[in-house]
């Protein structure tokens, strides 16, 4: 159990606040009425009796070499790594990356927590930015996309759910606890891939209680 709170309060997201829009992901978060706590240390993750301090963290874009290097050097990686098995977890661009098991173009280590291969800078490193809509398996319609020198997830495991893909590569994927999304959902106005990741941490909530409680 993460914490004293009960399956039906609102949840406590972290938000990884070392590079990328974070900001923008917290005004997502506040627009639905969620607490968000900015993460800049690794203490920051968990309690002082060693459990995890937030109920959900979002790992957003940036630089994922340079995110990488700050995340090594600042002793975050073994923490993170530890966290991201058990806790839910949301990926954007570079945090999708972080959160695969396999990075190619060129190969990095990762959190390896997340059943895919993806491809840094897949589509050039310097692209323009492009915002498309394209169908989804989540309810509501087309889905508003963001995409800033993406990455591209070329394959997906067996437990891997495809939700919305671009030219036929998946671009927002989900396995079990983890959420993951090649492009930037925080700077669209669309609020329902964050509303999925609530979901997702309420789901969580109750499924831990009712371990606890049995």
């Known amino acids: 159990m993460t914490n004293n709170r009960t399956a039906s309060s609102s949840p406590t997201v972290g938000i990884l606040a070392l590079q990328g829009a974070y900001e923008a992901h917290a005004k997502i978060l506040a627009c639905l009425d969620v607490t968000t706590r900015l993460i800049r240390t690794p203490d920051q993750l968990f309690t002082s009796e060693a459990v995890p ?127 993951a999304a090649t492009f930037h959902p925080e700077l669209g106005h669309d609020l329902r891939i964050h509303q999925l990741f609530l979901d997702l941490i309420h789901s969580h909530q109750i499924h831990t209680h009712a371990t606890v409680d049995s």
């Open 53 to 179: 301090s937030i109920d959900g963290l979002i790992i957003p874009g940036g630089e994922s070499t340079t995110m990488l290097k700050f995340l090594e050097r600042h002793g975050f990686l073994a923490s993170l790594a530890s966290l991201v098995r058990t806790l839910p977890t949301f990926g954007t661009c570079a945090g999708a990356i972080l959160l695969a098991n396999d990075v190619q173009n060129p190969p990095q280590i990762s959190l390896s927590a997340l059943d895919i291969t993806i491809e840094r800078n897949a589509y050039g490193r310097q692209i323009d930015s492009s915002i498309l809509t394209a169908p989804t398996k989540l309810p509501g319609g087309p889905l508003e996309m963001v995409f800033i020198r993406a990455p591209r997830i070329t394959r997906t495991g067996p437990e891997v759910e495809t939700l919305a893909t671009r030219d036929d590569f998946p671009v927002l994927v989900r396995q079990g606890h983890l959420l």
